[in-house]
């Protein structure tokens, strides 16, 4: 556009002098600026007049001006029109940026949350090291030595060969360990759960008044423990053992039964002629459960050893004459796996017991928000055949043991000086808080259950296997 303005004033210029030379010269100037040159050849002078003395050069400068003007409006005519060709691109970059900037703030609001989650973390580290420091500054209770276990009379065998269904021991003429000692299991990763525990510490309840040898009183008093025997490895950090209270055959009242309970695939169940044995090391019955089992909940009864099954509410009772699985149930809505266990944890959402009465089941669910329900099963195919509702959350309490009918928990695992701190009555359906002292000498008590033949308590307290002496006072 600039030449045709340039050709238009050009015109101009030699409208009158149509003979006259003209040229026109554009470069660059000194200043990075273009320069227009635009010459004409004076028609009547040789040579240049003085300046500002002609009138046909002021005339022409009026020329250039107004030349110099219409290039100027030429000019910016061009830059407006390709603005407005721009307009389109200039829109979509606008679009662009404000998703980047709505992008930004999006990651801004997430570091944001980030860094909340980190500050909550790192006040819980403190708090843990405090806590930590506290448990560390705390003197350690002077722990009694271990009583060497001795055998009681009243488990060993009548005089005469041994049944021919035990298997037989080697002669151990050398002193060395014998084949049949258990073995001691090695696992990388444990699988078990614990949780901390509850200490209490209460005076010793008042013990006037008659006892109750064979009957169903109230439990008013537990001896020191008696110590049987101590598992080897750390499989043997908690477990279960007990005996048949109501023993059939092939197996006699005396045999004893034990599983070391840490592991993912707990499946071997070991027999012991009797309490000597036992603590000897020598099992004279090794048998291998067909499906693996959870937690320290199991028990024998009438042949049977009743167990849960790993992983699941299921119940499961294995006879030991065939050595197979002879029925199985799930427990109703009961917890499991960690939902509903004792205080010190190791996935015991359900304790199996055995009393006068019969089997019982120990646990809770999501209806009770974890309160200890009580349900009495059929031993033969473990249908429910009553079920109560306490008010003492199961996960307050260390363990829980059946007694004519009625649940005793225990308050503390770990505390060396507990106490037996409430009791349930199935018959009347009511609950109440008692106070009767109990020992954990080892101060890691995993499971306690009662045996209504041996009128004993079996425990299992930090890799030792104790029993407990019970009172029951006079049954009004």
């Known amino acids: 556009m600039w030449f045709l303005a340039v050709l238009w004033a050009s015109c101009l210029l030699m409208g009158t002098h149509a003979q006259s030379s003209t040229s026109f010269r554009r470069a660059n100037a000194g200043n990075g600026r273009c320069q227009y040159t635009f010459t004409v050849d004076s028609p009547t002078e040789a040579s240049c007049p003085s300046p500002g003395s002609s009138p046909e050069m002021e005339a022409l400068k009026s020329r250039l001006g107004v030349l110099e003007a219409l290039v100027a409006r030429l000019i910016g005519g061009d830059v ?21 900037m709505g992008e930004n703030a999006q990651l801004q609001r997430e570091k944001q949350r980030l860094d909340r989650q980190v500050q909550n ?9 405090q806590e930590a420091e ?7 209770m002077q722990q009694p030595p271990p009583r060497v276990p001795q055998t009681d009379n009243s488990f060993r065998p009548e005089s005469g060969p041994a049944p021919s269904h035990l298997v037989s021991r080697p002669v151990n003429t050398r002193g060395d360990k014998s084949s ?59 477990g279960v053992w007990m005996q048949d209270p109501e023993a059939t055959e092939p197996y006699a009242s005396e045999m004893v039964w034990r599983i070391d309970a840490v592991g993912s695939e707990v499946r071997q169940l070991f027999g012991y002629e009797n309490m ?14 067909p ?14 050893f009743y167990y849960q099954r790993r992983l699941s509410r299921t119940l499961l009772r294995y006879d030991l004459l065939s050595e197979s699985i002879a029925a199985r149930r799930d427990l109703p809505h009961a917890g499991f796996h960690g939902q509903f266990p004792y205080s010190w944890g190791g996935y015991t959402d359900i304790d199996l017991a055995v009393d006068e009465n019969g089997l019982w089941a120990i646990y809770s669910t999501d209806k009770a928000k974890g309160a200890i329900m009580i349900s009495q099963l059929d031993p033969d195919n473990l249908e429910v055949k009553g079920t109560w509702e306490t008010k003492i959350r199961k996960s307050s309490v260390a363990n829980a043991f059946m007694i004519c009918g009625k649940m005793y928990t225990v308050a503390s695992y770990t505390s060396p000086n507990t106490t037996i701190n409430y009791m349930y009555d199935t018959a009347t359906s009511q609950g109440k808080t008692i106070s009767v002292p109990f020992k954990n000498r080892f101060r890691y008590n995993s499971m306690v259950d009662f045996n209504p033949a041996q009128r004993k308590l079996y425990a299992w307290d930090n ?9 029951l006072g006079k049954q009004e």
């Open 180 to 238: 049949l000692r258990d073995p001691a299991w090695h696992y990388e990763n444990p699988g078990y759960q614990e949780l901390s525990a509850v200490v209490t510490e209460v005076s010793a309840p008042n013990l006037e008044g008659p006892a109750d040898i064979s009957g169903c009183g109230d439990l008013v008093w537990v001896q020191e423990p008696e110590v049987h025997r101590k598992a080897d490895g750390i499989a043997g950090k908690y």
């Open 291 to 304: 499906e693996s089992m959870e937690s320290t909940g199991a028990t024998m009864y009438r042949g049977s």
């Open 276 to 289: 000597d044995q036992l603590s000897q090391g020598f099992p004279t019955k090794v048998l291998l459960l």
């Open 121 to 129: 973390l790192q006040q819980r580290m403190e708090e843990l090291r």
């Open 463 to 471: 890799y030792y296997m104790v029993t407990y002496n019970v009172r």
């Open 134 to 140: 506290s448990l560390r500054s705390r003197p350690c």
């Open 80 to 100: 407006l029109s390709v603005s407005s060709q721009g307009s389109g691109s200039q829109s979509g970059l606008q679009d662009s940026y404000k998703q980047v």
